[in-house]
């Protein structure tokens, strides 16, 4: 089971094909085959990346159908 790289709590939707969104810290998750992209949902619904604040090696590498 996923858990959230930011937050650690395992309360992860599904919001889209490769997307889902952590209902601990509100933060949307994007899987791209194994590397995962973290982003922060802004008030107007942009997405602010917050990739800057994993070091590489901390971020999970997953496999898309393993949620």
Same mark, same amino acid.
């Given at each position: 089971?996923?858990?959230?790289?930011?937050?650690?709590?395992?309360?992860?939707?599904?919001? =889209?094909?490769?997307? *889902? *969104?952590?209902?601990?810290?509100?933060?949307? +998750? @994007?899987?791209?085959? #194994?590397?995962?992209?973290? *982003?922060?949902?802004? #008030?107007?619904? @942009?997405?602010?990346?917050?990739?800057? +604040?994993?070091?590489?090696? #901390?971020?999970?590498?997953?496999?898309?159908? =393993?949620?």
């Amino acid at each position: 089971m996923m858990r959230c790289p930011n937050c650690n709590s395992k309360d992860i939707g599904k919001i =889209g094909s490769h997307q *889902y *969104y952590c209902w601990g810290c509100f933060i949307e +998750l @994007t899987v791209n085959g #194994e590397k995962m992209s973290v *982003y922060q949902v802004e #008030e107007d619904g @942009t997405l602010s990346s917050l990739d800057d +604040l994993f070091f590489e090696e #901390e971020l999970p590498h997953i496999h898309a159908n =393993g949620i």
